[in-house]
């Protein structure tokens, strides 16, 4: 039997609103479950003093992602760790005193959750859970904030368990905004120039003598130099005060034992140099720096290049 096609359209249009919904309420659901155990898990991880790396596997690996993002773009220092990393023992290099491991569980990671238990209790690492309310709480961690068992068995509504830890992550990124004397929404009595943003990279980026850049007329010599004093970074190219390009420790290693030292810089740069503006947020920045590949952006005032902004500027609180 053939459908009409109008009956078949709003058919289509009834299941989508009604996902939707499902999502909606399920959102409605955990702003409910909210309660003062949230807040003292947001005032315990206000405490950590360096980076706060976020772990998750299967679907919690993109909100591990996703959360580590939004907390480094809004002044949080923050970075999602593989679990790879935890499998290949390098997890162990990366922490530092005063970081914290943030880890993201849907109840069935076993090995891999003794493993990171493992890892942070070896180097001192404060470790601190998002996860379902069944299930017994592993003692090893700081905190534990424990959500509906509803958002992970509910098979009328797929996906919810990790759209509401998604919604979860911006409620912490918010709670420690204010922790910092911040807002992301302005006041009326803000007057508009108050705190209540994400930051800007002319608040973090490298500038004046830590500003890697060379004349035209310059030979590779002095832009390897340049490398190496100020790496990681890119070495920009400037004529009569502008950015015409740039050159970093991936074009040298492309030359290999070809590099001619004492040729001009000009003839080897890329063009053009990755760039953004000024006013740009620190989202944007990491945003780019993972799409260009980049592993430094020149901030320009105006084609000027008055800045340099890397992936570990991003992390500087």
């Excluded at 409605?28 to 315990?44: I, P, R, S, Y």
Aim: proline letters at 5%; hydrophobic letters at 45%; charged letters at 25%.
């Amino acid at each position: 039997m053939n459908i009409p096609a109008d009956v078949q359209n709003r058919r289509e249009l009834g299941v989508a609103a009604n996902v939707v919904r499902m999502r909606a309420q399920a959102l409605n659901l955990l702003a409910g479950t909210l309660d003062k155990t949230f807040v003292e898990f947001v005032n315990v991880l206000s405490e950590v003093k360096g980076r706060i790396f976020t772990v998750g596997t299967g679907t919690n690996e993109f909100v591990a992602r996703y959360v580590a993002w939004l907390f480094a773009s809004s002044g949080t220092p923050s970075l999602f760790v593989s679990p790879e990393a935890f499998w290949d023992n390098s997890a162990n290099y990366i922490f530092m005193p005063g970081d914290a491991v943030l880890f993201f569980s849907g109840g069935e990671e076993g090995y891999f959750l003794d493993e990171v238990i493992l890892r942070a209790s070896c180097r001192e690492i404060p470790l601190f859970m998002i996860t379902k309310a069944e299930g017994a709480s592993p003692e090893s961690f700081r905190r534990i904030l424990k959500l509906p068992q509803a958002f992970f068995s509910s098979p009328e509504v797929p996906f919810a368990s990790s759209l509401v830890q998604i919604a979860l992550g911006d409620a912490l990124a918010m709670a420690l905004l204010r922790h910092r004397g911040s807002n992301i929404v302005e006041s009326p009595e803000a007057g508009g120039g108050g705190g209540g943003r994400f930051r800007l990279v002319s608040e973090i980026m490298r500038k004046g003598t830590e500003l890697p850049l060379l004349k035209a007329d310059a030979v590779l010599s002095q832009a390897r130099t340049l490398l190496r004093k100020h790496a990681p970074c890119a070495v920009g190219i400037v004529k009569k005060d502008r950015l015409i390009g740039a050159i970093t420790d991936a074009d040298f290693r492309r030359m290999g034992s070809r590099v001619e030292l004492e040729a001009p810089v000009v003839k080897v740069m890329r063009v053009p140099a990755a760039t953004l503006r000024e006013d740009s947020s620190v989202a944007e920045a990491l945003r780019l720096l993972r799409e260009s590949r980049a592993p430094a952006l020149f901030v320009l005032r105006e084609r000027r290049p008055v800045g340099l902004v890397g992936p570990y500027d991003c992390l500087k609180v």
